[in-house]
Every structure is written in C-alpha cells, then in structure tokens.
C-alpha cells in the first residue's frame, strides 16, 4: 500500500470525512428517493463513479494546499500499484467471463449439475450447482443470471416455493461471490490487504463451508418432497467445462493470477474456436466486452483509491483509527470492528466491492495497530460484505430475483429462507472468539510491516 515517512505526524481530523460522508449520503439519498418512486433498481440509477467523484471535488474545496499538491495526491492514491493490481485483474476476470460464457460454458456448468440432481435432492443440488457456478465465475449476479430462469421453472414444475428456491439460489451466489479466487470481492479484499488470494481462500474455507454444511442440512429437512420434472432434458459439453476447473484448480494451487486468468481467456477462446462458437474476431469482441463491463467497479477503484490518500494524508483515516482503538481492547474485538465497518458500508451503498475498497485502508490500519493477520482481515472484510449484500432488500441480488420473477417474490418473502447468509454471519463471529480458521494462520506466520499505512 501507500507509504507516508512522516505519517506519525498527521494530526486525527474528522473533518476530513466530510468528502467521503457526502459520496455516501447523495449515493444513499438518491437511492432512498428512487425506491420510494418505485424505480427499478433504485440505488443503481445514480452512477457510483459519479458520487464519489463528487467527493473527490468536494475534498479539493475543502482541504488545504495548491491545486498541484491536492492533485498529485489524487493521482498518488490512483496510481498506488495496488490499485492498479486490483483494476487490471477486474479486466481479466472481465474478459474470461465473457469469452467464457460466449463460447457457452455458462449453459454447460449449469446443464450438467442440473443432470446429474435426483429429484429427491433438487434443493439441495440446486445449491450446490450455483456455488460451483459462482465460485467458477466468480460472479454473484453472472451466477443468477444463468440460473434465476431455469429455477422459476424447476420451483413451477416441480411445484416448490417461489420464494424458497430463490433463498437457494441467492445462497449459492453469494457462497461462491465470497470465496471464489476471481470475485471482484476477494480481488479487492486481498489487494488492499496486500496478501495472496490463495491465502485469503484457504482461511475462507473453513468459514464458508461450515456454513455451507449447515445451510445443506437445512435445506435436506425443510425442502419437502418435490415432484418430478416432466420431460427435463440438459444438454451440456464438458469441453465447455474445462476452462472454470482450470481457473479454480490452478488458481487454489498458487499459480498467478494474471496468469491463471490469462490462460483461462486463451483456453475459453480455443475451445470456442474448436466447437464453432467463436471466431478469432468475435473473441476479441467478447474480451472487449468483458473489459467493458467491468467499468463501473474499474472507476469506481481508481477514483476512490485517489479520494481514499487525499483523506488520508488530511487525518480522515487516522481519526476513524483512534475513534475505534478507543472501543477496541485488543485483536478481537478489532476484527469485530473491521467485521461491523464493512457489513454497515455495505448497508449504505449496496455494493460489496466498494465497501471493502472504501473499508480496505482503515482495516490495514487496525491490522497493523493490533496486530491482527492481514489475511484474516481480508477474510473477514469479504465476509461480512458478502453476508450483508446477500440479504439487503434493496441490494442487486434480491432486485435481480423481484425483476426475473415478475414481482412473486419480494424481500419479505426471501430474507427469512436466506439460510447460508446467516450461518455464514455466525461462523464468521464465532471464528473471531473461538480461532478454529486460524490453523493455516498458525501454520504460515505472517510478518507484519510496522511503518505501513494503507491508503
């Protein structure tokens, strides 16, 4: 991260927030407003990049110093070579996804879970099969695009609650949106943490599948008895599949990340060229669309990155550090702290990505202070963003499964059945009192850097 040589001598300076607290409000505000005019999608009208970029003006206005100096403290924080790690890998896992799902692998993961399910462990096998397609792609909203349609049909024929099955799809996402080594989530967790994502995976495991265990259980009791599928045929190619067992085996397996992803985009397009669904042009085309649509979370990265140094460097972060080590009497009630920051910036802005982006630099600090694992921070920083995101009633999740279903099923119908999000809650809380994640952090020691300060 960013590196101040005199950073003991910023004074703590609420003040500072200021520019951050307002890109939060109009954000937040405007959603507030749109949702009470009943528009779609109500907190994704007003362009993040946008707020926060109102913020990066409203910090030029306020704090101190030329314009020079305010800019190339701006583009110091922009610049940082994590930040720019974190937005290139956007850019990969952008592009695999697309060639991917282009070249059809999305349909054969789903069509080959969905074959191999007996009908007496549809809501367990629907479960599984969409964390193994989150975790592949490492996409919450990808996953349920893909398999929101197909589950209407299974909950419709196999005459199963609407709701019900939309809680173990949401679950399944967001299992693999937590975990998977090419979530933007793990991406910006471990970035701002500066730890390896196999690292952050491995702590993750024992949290997550624990969770996942008992959200299995849950679901084996109370899924009743479906009835069979009339007719249900799943047409799917393995070849189709190989490119995300790729990605997941060597990414788990330590190799690099841009690598992994690089491989996995040539691989995805050579298979594509292979069956005839692709065409040296057209994959092209589709990494230029998987860049594309990693816009928003790139803009928003970078400029807040800038804004993040700028409130640095006046004492904002330094301020919200003293306030916390006021409350925190040692390591855990610190990792509770970072745990509360994330899930409550979440709630606000219904972005998990963001909030642990926004969050990153002030849990580098408490990391540092209590000497809490880096690792474990990012862990619990995906967490507890995750489990937020997962069961906000305004979140894209829950909006995706009211748009697909055609208004059935609402957040007060879904949030109760949520059973993974909460198990996962309880896990990640139990794991900070009693450390049975911590076997791998005991294994590999982690050398902290006493003169870091993130931004």
């Known amino acids: 991260?960013?590196?101040?040589?005199?950073?003991?001598?910023?004074?703590?300076?609420?003040?500072?927030?200021?520019?951050?607290?307002?890109?939060?409000?109009?954000?937040?505000?405007?959603?507030?407003?749109?949702?009470?005019?009943?528009?779609?999608?109500?907190?994704?009208?007003?362009?993040?990049?946008?707020?926060?970029?109102?913020?990066?003006?409203?910090?030029?206005?306020?704090?101190?110093?030329?314009?020079?100096?305010?800019?190339?403290?701006?583009?110091?924080?922009?610049g940082e070579k994590n930040i720019l790690t974190m937005c290139t890998i956007y850019l990969l896992a952008g592009a695999f996804s697309s060639v991917s799902q282009a070249m059809g692998g999305v349909d054969s993961v789903v069509n080959l879970g969905m074959s191999l399910v007996p009908i007496q462990f549809l809501a367990v096998g629907l479960f599984l099969i969409t964390a193994f397609i989150s975790i592949s792609t490492g996409t919450s909203m990808g996953t349920m695009a893909a398999v929101v349609p197909i589950a209407i049909g299974i909950a419709e024929q196999a005459n199963m609650s609407m709701a019900f099955v939309m809680?173990?799809?949401?679950?399944?996402?967001?299992?693999?949106?937590?975990?998977?080594?090419?979530?933007?989530?793990?991406?910006?967790?471990?970035?701002?943490?500066?730890?390896?994502?196999?690292?952050?995976?491995?702590?993750?495991?024992?949290?997550?599948?624990?969770?996942?265990?008992?959200?299995?259980?849950?679901?084996?009791?109370?899924?009743?008895?479906?009835?069979?599928?009339?007719?249900?045929?799943?047409?799917?190619?393995?070849?189709?599949?190989?490119?995300?067992?790729?990605?997941?085996?060597f990414a788990v397996g330590g190799m690099n990340v841009f690598a992994v992803l690089t491989s996995g985009i040539f691989l995805s397009g050579a298979i594509g060229l292979f069956t005839g669904d692709l065409t040296l042009l057209s994959i092209t085309k589709e990494a230029y669309a998987g860049f594309t649509s990693m816009q928003n979370v790139f803009l928003v990265s970078l400029i807040t990155g800038g804004l993040a140094y700028m409130i640095l460097k006046e004492g904002g972060i330094k301020y919200i550090v003293?306030?916390?080590?006021?409350?925190?009497?040692?390591?855990?009630?610190?990792?509770?702290?970072?745990?509360?920051?994330v899930a409550l910036t979440d709630a606000a802005i219904a972005n998990n990505t963001v909030s642990i982006i926004i969050n990153g630099p002030i849990a580098k600090n408490i990391s540092n202070k209590f000497k809490i694992?880096?690792?474990?921070?990012?862990?619990?920083l995906d967490i507890f963003a995750c489990v937020m995101q997962g069961a906000l009633p305004y979140g894209a999740q829950i909006l995706m499964v009211m748009g697909l279903t055609q208004g059935a099923v609402g957040p007060i119908d879904v949030i109760p059945l949520l059973w993974y999000q909460m198990s996962l809650a309880v896990f990640g809380i139990l794991s900070i009192y009693i450390p049975f994640a911590d076997s791998y952090i005991n294994k590999h020691p982690w050398d902290f850097e006493e003169d870091e300060v993130a931004a």
């Not at 996942?212 to 599949?241: C, D, H, Q, R």
Request: hydrophobic share 50%; no cysteine.
């Open 1 to 78: 991260m960013v590196k101040l040589k005199n950073h003991e001598d910023i004074k703590p300076n609420a003040k500072a927030l200021l520019p951050f607290l307002i890109f939060l409000g109009l954000f937040l505000l405007t959603g507030i407003v749109l949702l009470n005019r009943g528009a779609d999608n109500p907190f994704y009208q007003f362009p993040m990049p946008i707020a926060v970029s109102i913020g990066v003006v409203i910090a030029f206005i306020m704090f101190e110093g030329s314009i020079n100096e305010k800019m190339n403290t701006l583009l110091a924080g922009m």
């Open 167 to 249: 809680a173990i799809v949401i679950g399944g996402a967001m299992f693999g949106d937590n975990l998977s080594i090419i979530s933007d989530t793990t991406i910006a967790a471990t970035a701002t943490q500066n730890v390896e994502m196999k690292d952050k995976f491995r702590i993750n495991l024992f949290i997550a599948v624990p969770a996942a265990i008992v959200t299995i259980v849950l679901l084996f009791i109370f899924s009743g008895s479906p009835e069979a599928l009339p007719g249900a045929t799943y047409e799917y190619s393995f070849i189709k599949i190989i490119p995300y067992l790729f990605v997941l085996i």
């Open 322 to 341: 003293n306030a916390i080590e006021k409350r925190v009497g040692g390591k855990k009630s610190g990792e509770l702290g970072i745990s509360a920051l």
């Open 373 to 380: 694992d880096p690792r474990r921070v990012a862990s619990l």
